[in-house]
Each structure stands twice: as structure tokens, then as C-alpha cells.
């Protein structure tokens, strides 16, 4: 029964996608519960860095520009007239021993020039016939100390030349709350060696050379100001400013103002509304982009920048697909109508009129936030319920397990944004917005029935064959009609829903109709199932939006 159950949902979940429904479901455990939490805070600059791209990967001892330091490892080469070979560590004076040639201090030196002191130092003692080569195999251990504002503090062990990005990788990355990406700060001795803002090198690839030794502290101060960022910009969010005020001009570099932006709306912080004791108002200054020199204004910590484009359209593109004769793309005056669309479509004998389809983005958005809140509800439901027995927590774990894996597959179904146009709607109030997609669909002289039928399958259409009629030539329903839910779907995406009143209805079914059967599952084996299918139906009619929103 459970297995009706998930095929009754999958095959609702298809009808609903085929009219625009769709959704994705929070996480369920609670691990992942604190992973939602935190991408509720809003979009942080540079946060993208600290995923996992450099924990995994350590120093690669290829690099000419590394200085050698002590617990390195070397592989001295010599032949000629003496052969040679063997790794060697540099030890805590900065020398390696080789027999014959005595200690060679190879402190400071870098990898590029380490052959040429090498051999200098051997050739004091063979005047010929012996060459030497060495290379560098490994660098120094090190264990570094992680302090400030990382999610994970610590003691952490890498080679010397591994970059400080690795290391707060591995202590799982800046806290995006209040730890700062522009003050790190890399300590030797109590006294600081290097200090870094990562915002060079995101902005402009610039990182400082530098070799870690045992016991450094790199540590993550906490953010002296942010501001928020939206609008007409490659990136929305948060951008930390290094110190209280930050140049405009520096800001739109990072966050990259789009094509169409025309104008930058600087909002003062919050703070600034308490002036010598006297409350004022927040005021907002805006700027023309092309006519500002932008770096010259100074933007404070709180401020508020939208970055916005003046420029109203004047005509927009509207897509219209399937079975007509005139072009694909038409462009209309802006506030056209649907019906100024339809009139210049030219229509073949094959297009269905009557069953016009329209889809828009904005739809689509609203359906999702609408059947995300839904599908989270059911999710909460199914881990807070408690039961009264161990046999019924039992149950209720198994049909949790089942639940969430179809929230996990309804997760990957996406909203196409079908706005409902039902008969008798009115084309000259329905006003077109850019990107709307406009489907004429052929006509089809046959009917698909789907679901729990024998031979789910396409049927010629028939005048006066009533569901029930056209459910038997599909080899009939699997389980008495009581027991299965049936759901009529016509071409412009409407359900009409089948009952004892109308399934022997002669004049219901038209040419291009889908027929969905759906098991009813058993109550008694499912205790959640009210709580399901209140959510499963609510994900069909949410997708159909009518006219009217």
C-alpha cells in the first residue's frame, strides 16, 4: 500500500509539474536544520572561498620561490668521482651533513638556487669530477594555532608553505556573522609577521609570499563594518568595508554593476539618525552612474547601496511556441495584451485556440516560495510527531524515512510558472511582462490515461465516452473505484475532479483530455497520509494560478 501510496504522489507530482507546481523542501535532520539557519543570513562577499577547495590540498614542493627552513626535506645526488644518494633533513641550525664535504647551511635559501649552493660548497672540496643535484622533497611540518573568529579553533598541522587559506579551511572557514575576512593577522612571537585581507587576493588575485613555522597563530579578527549591497549587481549582499568608511568606487568593482544599471541610491546607516541628541531623518543621496566619479564618494558602515536602472523599457520580447505559423519571438509595445499578442499569431489547422498556455517567471517564483513553505510544513510534522508505543514509533520512523525521500525527489522538480487561463477569461486585461512564454498547443485527437489502469496508454477520442468508459479501454482500474482517485486534466492545464457524480459523464471528456488514476491509500497502514495528501493537493492547486493574481 505504501508503494500506491508513492505512485498515486509521483504521478500528482507530474500533473502538477505539467501546469507550472513544483517545489523544494527544507532539510530534515538536524544537522542540516543549522546548515538552513545559517543560509538564512544574508549573502556575504567572499563567503564562497572557504567550501573545502583548499583543506585537501597541501604544498607542492615544485615552487622556486620557496625559501628553505629547517625540518625540510632534501634528495642529495652526487656522482663522477664519488656517488651518492641520499635524503636529508635540513636540521635546527639550517644545515644538511654530507659525508666527506661536511655541513652546508642551506637556511633562507630558495628552491631555484639550491643546486648552485650545493655545488659551490662540494667544489671546495672536489675541485672536479663530482657534480651534486638536489631537489626538495618535502617541506617543514608544522603545527599552527587557529584563534579569533573561525568556526573551529585549534591546533592545526600543515607544511610550512601551506597557504593561511588552508588553514582556516580546516578550521571550517571565517565565521560569516562577525568574524572578518580583511583583518587576519599571522603572529610570531607575540608579534605580528603578516597582515592580510583576503579581499585582495578574491579582487585582484594578490596573496603575500609567506612560509609557516611551528607554533604561529593566525588569527581572525571580528569585522569593523558592512554594507548591503543590491539591485543591478553581480553580487547582492553583504560587503565588508575594511575600516569604518569604504570608497564607492572599490565596492562596485567587486560586486560588478550589470549592463542596465543607470543609477546608485546611497542609503546613510541607521546610526546616523541620532544626531547631538536630536532625532533626524535618514536621508538617501543618488548618483547617475556614467556622470559620477565615484571615487570620490565615501560610503560608511550600515549604508545601504541599490543600484537601480532608470531606464523604462519601451517594448518587450514574449516567446510564442508550439503549433502556429508565425514567428517565434515577437516584440510588442510595452503594456501589451494578451489578446494584442494572439491577434497577430496566425494560426494553422492544427493549432488549439481554445487551449492557450502562458507561463511567466514571476509565477514561478511565487509558486515555489508557496510549495516550499508546504513541503516544509509536512517536514516538520513528520519529525516532531510523537507516538504512543514502541510499535507505533516504529511505523512512525519508516514512513518518515519514505516521506522524506519524496521530498528529496520533489526537490529536483522545477516550476514552470503556468498562469491559468480559464474559460471565459478576458486576453485585454492579462498584460504581458518580458520573458513570458506564450504556447499554442496542437490539436490532439486522443486521450492518455495514466496511473493504476492495466495498460496505461493513448486513446482515439470518441464523442459520449464518459472516464469511466475510457478508463476500460485502457484495460480498467487496478482496484474498485472507491479505493482510487481520479483526476481529469484538459489542455489548458485545469482538473476537473472525478466522482461517483460525474464519472459516467457522456460530454466531460474532450479530445487532448488526460485521465490520472491514483490509488487511495489504506488509512489504517499509513498514519500520515491525511497530513499528506492534504499537502499533495495543496501543491496542485497552488500551481494553478489563475488569471485574476
Known amino acids: 500500500m505504501i508503494k500506491s501510496l508513492l505512485l498515486s504522489t509521483g504521478l500528482l507530482l507530474f500533473s502538477a ?29 567572499g563567503d564562497w572561498v572557504f567550501k573545502g577547495g583548499f583543506k585537501d590540498t597541501s604544498f607542492s614542493a615544485i615552487n622556486p620561490a620557496y625559501k628553505i627552513s629547517q625540518g625540510d626535506t632534501l634528495l642529495v645526488q652526487l656522482w663522477g668521482g664519488v656517488n651518492f644518494q641520499e635524503t636529508i633533513v635540513v636540521d635546527p641550525r639550517g644545515n644538511i651533513f654530507i659525508p666527506k664535504v661536511g655541513p652546508i647551511n642551506v637556511l633562507g635559501v630558495s628552491n631555484s638556487d639550491l643546486n648552485e649552493v650545493i655545488n659551490k660548497s662540494i667544489q671546495r672540496v672536489y675541485k672536479a669530477n663530482v657534480e651534486a643535484y638536489v631537489s626538495l622533497i618535502s617541506s617543514q611540518k608544522v603545527k599552527v594555532f587557529l584563534s579569533g573568529l573561525v568556526t573551529n579553533p585549534g591546533l592545526y598541522e600543515g607544511q610550512s608553505a601551506d597557504s593561511i587559506f588552508r588553514f582556516i579551511d580546516l578550521a571550517g572557514g571565517v565565521r560569516r556573522d562577525i568574524g572578518s575576512m580583511r583583518h587576519i593577522k599571522v603572529k610570531r612571537n607575540n608579534q605580528i609577521k603578516y597582515d592580510i585581507d583576503l579581499y585582495a587576493f578574491l579582487q585582484r588575485g594578490e596573496l603575500p609570499v609567506m612560509q609557516l613555522q611551528d607554533g604561529d597563530v593566525i588569527f581572525v579578527g571580528p569585522k569593523r563594518g558592512e554594507v548591503e549591497v543590491e539591485g543591478e549587481v553581480g553580487f547582492e549582499g553583504k560587503y565588508e568595508i575594511k575600516d569604518s568608511t569604504a570608497n564607492l568606487n572599490n565596492i562596485m568593482s567587486a560586486v560588478i554593476t550589470n549592463d542596465k544599471a543607470t543609477h546608485i541610491t546611497i542609503i546613510e546607516p541607521q546610526h546616523n539618525k541620532v544626531q547631538n541628541g536630536a532625532v533626524k531623518e535618514i536621508t538617501a543621496q543618488q548618483y547617475p552612474i556614467n556622470s559620477t566619479d565615484l571615487n570620490g564618494i565615501e560610503v560608511e558602515a550600515g549604508a545601504l547601496i541599490k543600484v537601480s536602472s532608470q531606464l523604462k523599457p519601451t517594448s518587450i520580447s514574449v516567446d510564442v511556441l508550439g503549433e502556429h505559423d508565425s514567428e517565434f519571438e515577437m516584440v510588442l509595445p510595452w503594456g501589451s495584451s494578451l489578446e494584442d499578442l494572439l491577434n497577430r499569431v496566425e494560426y494553422n489547422k492544427l493549432s488549439n485556440d481554445k487551449a492557450i498556455q502562458l507561463f511567466r517567471k514571476s509565477v514561478a517564483k511565487r509558486q515555489k516560495e508557496m510549495l516550499d513553505a508546504s513541503l516544509s510544513s509536512l517536514e516538520q510534522t513528520v519529525l516532531t510527531t510523537r507516538s504512543d508505543s514502541t510499535e507505533a514509533a516504529q511505523l512512525r520512523e519508516a514512513e518518515a524515512g519514505i516521506i522524506l525521500q519524496w521530498i528529496e525527489k520533489a526537490r529536483q522538480v522545477q516550476p514552470k510558472g503556468q498562469v491559468l487561463l480559464s474559460e471565459g477569461y478576458d486576453p485585454t486585461k492579462i498584460i504581458l511582462q518580458q520573458g513570458d512564454q506564450v504556447v499554442i498547443p496542437s490539436k490532439r485527437n486522443l486521450v492518455m490515461v495514466h496511473g493504476e489502469v492495466l495498460f496505461p496508454t493513448a486513446i482515439a477520442f470518441k464523442e459520449q465516452m464518459s472516464v469511466k468508459e475510457f478508463i476500460g479501454k485502457a484495460g480498467g482500474a487496478t482496484a474498485d473505484w472507491e479505493e482510487m482517485n481520479i483526476l481529469l486534466q484538459k489542455p489548458n492545464g485545469d482538473f476537473v475532479k472525478i466522482d461517483e457524480d460525474n464519472l459516467k459523464e457522456k460530454d466531460l471528456v474532450k479530445a ?35 488569471v485574476g493574481l
Not at 505539467?18 to 544574508?42: C, F, H, P, R, Y
Open 17 to 45: 509539474a505539467v501546469q507550472g507546481s513544483i517545489s523544494i523542501a527544507q532539510s530534515a535532520s538536524d544537522e542540516n536544520q543549522q546548515t538552513i539557519d545559517q543560509t538564512n543570513l544574508k549573502n556575504l562577499y
Open 512 to 546: 487532448g483530455d488526460e485521465i490520472f488514476v491514483l490509488a487511495k491509500p489504506d488509512m489504517k497502514e499509513w498514519q500520515l497520509t491525511k497530513d499528506i495528501f492534504q499537502v499533495i493537493y495543496q501543491i496542485a492547486v497552488s500551481a494553478a494560478v489563475v
